[in-house]
Every structure is written in structure tokens, then in C-alpha cells.
């Protein structure tokens, strides 16, 4: 269920929250799938900033993937201010971002990517399309057990019960480094993808749009923003 249909896909929901994971993987749907659609989620996230940062980034994929352009739909945001007061977390309330008790970050909000799955297959099943496409990541998911490959693949089993056909949840991203991850960018984008990335993602936990460092726009010090950093000194330097 999260790896393949009986004929090839033709469509695509990517859930897409700006940052760098989310575009990098809306690059890739749209050099696969002929018709792809994006969703965003407001839970109530300190770094909101982010929901206007995707609107760029997907803006910006025009002139980035012209060869694709036509292939992007529409926009959906959902909705999940109530689900983020529940699951209150240092990404939701000014809280340290620290290690809890059970030794996961502060910024872990419980069960965030299994709320965002369910609304994406719910979506996705009134829309018509095949795929979910999200940008989870074992490699360096920052301790969130909900970024797990058991744990999407859980999932895509639960939500085909549920909903009676075959879910398939598409990873990329899953078993890349942060490195790996520019790479793929790269690859598929060349200069101007990277510099959409670069200029208009957005990754940092505390939402700082000031300054500007050569990975992007960020804090520098949250996990996030560190995550992204090295990632992109190791892929500068290989």
C-alpha cells in the first residue's frame, strides 16, 4: 500500500508545508505525476510564517520547472488550529526547545504526521487523486518517531482498511540525508530550483525571516535550522 498501485499513477497530493523537505518533494511529483495538487496545514505552528513561504515556493515552481508548470493545481489548506492546542508542543506554545522526558525534542507534536496523512487521504479520496506524497525522513527526522518508515507504512495499511482502497504514500525523501536532499534538488531543478529553495523555503522552528545565511533564511540554532546547514555544507563540499 505505500509503494505501488495496479496501473501507474497519474496524480498526485503533496503535502506541502514550504520548507525544504516539501519542495524538494513537490519538484519531484511534478517530474512524475501529469496532474498534481498540494495541501498545507495551520495547527497553530509558532513559525506560521511558513504558510506564506509554501505560497512563494509553489508560485515559484512556474518559473523553476517551466517544462512542468501546467501540471500543478490547485492549493487546499486545512484547518488544524483546534488538533495543535491538543498536541501542545515547543512548535505550537513558547516552550524551550529541548529533550522531554522520554528523550524526544520539545518540538515533537504528537501524532502530527498521522493527522496530516488522515486529512491528506481524506482530501486526496474527494479529489480524486492517487498518491500522497509527503517529505518524512528516517535519516534525519530529528527524533520524531512519526517520520519512521514503519510508521508510514503503518499508515498506508491503516488508511487502505479505512477507506477500502489502495493508499499509497510516496517518501522520497525517506532514507536521504539532509546532503542527499539538495542533491536531488539539483538534480531535477538545477540553479533555479536551488535558489527558489534558498530564497523562499522555509525550515526555522522560531520562524526567523531576518537573516540570511548561506543555506537559507533561519535562526541558526534550532534543530531545524542546524539540520538544514549542514546539510548544505556537506552537499557544497562534495
Known amino acids: 500500500m505505500s509503494d505501488s498501485l495496479p496501473t501507474p499513477a497519474q496524480s498526485a497530493l503533496v503535502l506541502f508545508s514550504g520548507g525544504q523537505d516539501s519542495a524538494t518533494c513537490l519538484a ?134 479505512g477507506l477500502d482502497k489502495p493508499i499509497v504514500i510516496a517518501t522520497p525523501l525517506m532514507t536521504l540525508t539532509k546532503a542527499d536532499t539538495w542533491a536531488v534538488a539539483e538534480k531535477i531543478g538545477g540553479a533555479p530550483l536551488i535558489d527558489l529553495i534558498l530564497e523562499h523555503s522555509h525550515t526555522c522552528y522560531r520562524g526567523d525571516r531576518q537573516h540570511r545565511h548561506a543555506w537559507g533564511y533561519g535562526c541558526a540554532d534550532c534543530p531545524a535550522c542546524e539540520l538544514r546547514a549542514a546539510g548544505h555544507a556537506q552537499w557544497m563540499a562534495a
Open 28 to 161: 519531484w511529483a511534478l517530474e512524475r505525476y501529469p496532474r498534481v495538487e498540494t495541501v498545507g496545514f495551520d495547527y497553530g505552528q509558532r513559525h506560521l510564517v511558513e504558510m506564506q513561504a509554501r505560497l512563494q515556493v509553489r508560485a515559484g515552481m512556474a518559473t523553476a520547472l517551466p517544462q512542468w508548470a501546467d501540471r500543478l493545481g490547485p492549493d487546499h489548506v486545512v484547518d488544524l488550529t483546534g488538533y495543535g492546542r491538543i498536541a501542545e508542543s515547543a512548535l505550537t506554545t513558547d516552550r524551550a526547545i529541548a529533550l522531554d522526558a522520554r528523550g524526544l525534542p520539545t518540538t515533537f507534536v504528537p501524532g502530527r504526521n498521522l493527522v496530516f496523512l488522515t486529512c491528506a487521504a481524506a482530501l486526496a479520496d474527494r479529489r480524486d487523486l492517487e498518491v500522497l506524497v509527503g517529505g518524512m525522513c528516517e535519516t534525519d527526522f530529528s527524533g520524531y518517531p512519526d517520520c519512521r518508515r514503519d510508521t508510514i507504512d503503518a499508515m498506508a495499511s491503516a488508511l487502505s482498511l
